[in-house]
């Protein structure tokens, strides 16, 4: 199992656009990536789904688990998604 641990670079979290852009970008991939809180009292949810996605309530600066079960295509998915997180999705232009 692959896994990434990231914080949160977005000063709102991840609602509304955040989560928007981090979603459609899970969904361009062809593995199956989940979400979970670090310290794992909210999630796994699929991280394609943008309500499950919002649902988890994660802040700015919150460090949260990616996974896939994918090896070989969850490594490269998941450093994207990564670094797309880590980013501040509010302020920089996507």
Request: charged share 20%.
């Amino acid at each position: 199992m692959a896994e990434r641990r990231v914080k949160i670079g977005s000063s709102v979290g991840l609602h509304a656009r955040p989560a928007k852009l981090f979603c459609t970008a899970a969904q361009q991939r062809s593995v199956k990536i989940q979400i979970a809180t670090a310290d794992g009292t909210r999630g796994p949810v699929d991280a394609a789904s943008i309500l499950s996605v919002m649902g988890l309530g994660v802040q700015s600066g919150e460090e949260v688990v990616l996974t896939s079960t994918d090896d070989a295509d969850g490594e490269s998915a998941l450093d994207a998604l990564a670094e797309l997180l880590a980013q501040d999705l509010d302020a920089t232009p996507v």
